[in-house]
């Protein structure tokens, strides 16, 4: 995960900088993901000559490749009186080693006094991404860095609170892990390793499926028994609203669009797919499924076109055309299959489904809509949860029944790791980006 920094620069006494100018432009053919960060030195009250770091994120931005427009992203900031600071961008995503950063200062009169052409800073620990897995009997979430495929660090959650599923901020700074035991949300600093908010339900609403919206405003959330999707204000890190489902639907699956415009929630009971907005987060429309089909997962393409969802009645994974809501193709599984999750490479170009059933993850072309392979796992493993880094380049599987996570390369289709974590591991959630 590249980090692109101007380095430490004080403010001049003479055509002092007043607003600053902040520019990344994707040169490449794939898509990246810029945070754009200030920092600035402040001293310590208690040691002279020392001082701390203190971090504002300005903006997260989506780049398109260089033949489409998007493809570059300015960031305007008010210095406030700015004396000792630096500015970074941290790139995530396929195409981000291809981006370039530059910072303009502007003096008083909004002239540009000078042009910082930002570098690319050595890997550190820091820019390394996180993975963090559910381990729902053992009431502790497993941090991993994928860097290495070493754990980092477990977190323990209040006995009887069993985590089932998470979702990461795309500023990686807050992760929220539903837990069914006392049917709440809790919210982990990742920066601490530690619960820094906890958010309760309704009476009868079970917390299921997690979800992050890309402004990282909102988290959905599905509940159980009482059936709803909970809206998170991620600011206050309480329920902003609750979007009412048909009783006994039972919601498991939610997944929203890149450009964060629609929600698109599976209702396993009633064989559809509820559409909401998320500028009103209301349902505005219903996708309805084969008679009797069962959806228990979904996930939208990068381009936002198309949904995959997957149909533990039929065995089916269908392809539905986001314009229309309409079914455009079906992929068959093998008899038994039982798909449980899905997930899609940042590219586009492949769709992984953990079937349960039969202990593989089938590989989807997406460009075809067809079966590539299938990755066979151990007889038994209760596959749950999948996730995939933002360079694409590694899916994480979650094993129930043994109690690791592996990982499957991308490339090779093949597993490169076998993690141990807790026991009954049944969710699992990899950093976007990590900005401190």
Not at 190 to 213: D, N, Q, R
Not at 218 to 238: F, L, N, P, R
Not at 341 to 360: F, H, K, L, M, Q
């Amino acid at each position: 995960m590249p980090v692109l920094d101007t380095g430490l620069l004080s403010n001049r006494d003479e055509s002092r900088m007043t607003h600053l100018s902040i520019t990344a432009l994707n040169m490449g053919r794939h898509k990246a993901v810029a945070g754009f960060q200030i920092y600035e030195i402040l001293p310590s009250l208690e040691e002279e000559n020392y001082g701390s770091l203190h971090f504002t994120t300005l903006e997260i931005a989506a780049l398109q490749p260089v033949v489409e427009p998007g493809c570059a992203f300015t960031v305007d900031y008010d210095m406030n009186g700015l004396q000792t600071f630096g500015v970074r961008v941290i790139v995530s995503g396929p195409g981000a080693g291809d981006v370039t950063a530059a910072m303009m200062e502007r003096n008083t009169e909004g002239k540009v006094t000078a042009i910082h052409h930002m570098a690319v800073m050595s890997s550190k620990p820091e820019g390394r991404l996180l993975a963090y897995v559910a381990n729902h009997t053992q009431h502790t979430i497993s941090v991993i860095d994928t860097g290495v495929n070493m754990r980092a660090a477990t977190i323990s959650l209040p006995p009887g609170s069993s985590p089932r599923l998470l979702d990461l901020a795309p500023d990686g700074l807050k992760a929220y892990v539903s837990c069914q035991g006392d049917k709440t949300v809790r919210v982990i600093d990742t920066i601490t390793h530690s619960v820094c908010a906890e958010i309760g339900f309704p009476i009868g609403a079970v917390p299921f499926a997690v979800t992050a919206a890309p402004s990282g405003r909102k988290v959905y959330v599905t509940t159980m028994i009482e059936d709803y999707v909970a809206v998170i204000d991620t600011e206050t890190d309480s329920i902003a609203k609750l979007i009412s489902l048909p009783p006994g639907s039972d919601p498991t699956a939610i997944a929203v669009t890149p450009d964060g415009t629609r929600a698109y929630c599976c209702l396993i009971n009633t064989g559809a797919i509820a559409v909401i907005d998320t500028s009103s987060d209301t349902i505005t429309a219903t996708i309805r499924l084969p008679k009797k089909s069962k959806p228990s997962a979904a996930a939208v393409t990068p381009d936002g076109e198309f949904i995959y969802a997957s149909d533990i009645h039929f065995e089916k994974v269908y392809v539905i055309e986001a314009s229309t809501n309409r079914i455009v193709k079906s992929i068959s599984l093998i008899p038994g299959s039982d798909p449980q999750n899905i997930v899609i490479t940042p590219d586009g170009a492949i769709a992984y489904v953990a079937s349960r059933g039969s202990d593989e993850l089938v590989v989807i072309n997406i460009s075809r809509n067809e079966i590539l392979t299938t990755i066979d796992l151990p007889n038994g493993s209760n596959m749950s949860d999948l996730a995939v880094t933002s360079d694409g380049s590694k899916v994480y599987v979650t094993i129930l029944t043994f109690g690791y996570v592996a990982v499957i390369d991308v490339e090779s289709h093949l597993p490169v790791a076998i993690l141990p974590v807790g026991s009954f591991p049944s969710g699992v959630a990899i950093t976007p980006m990590r900005l401190v």
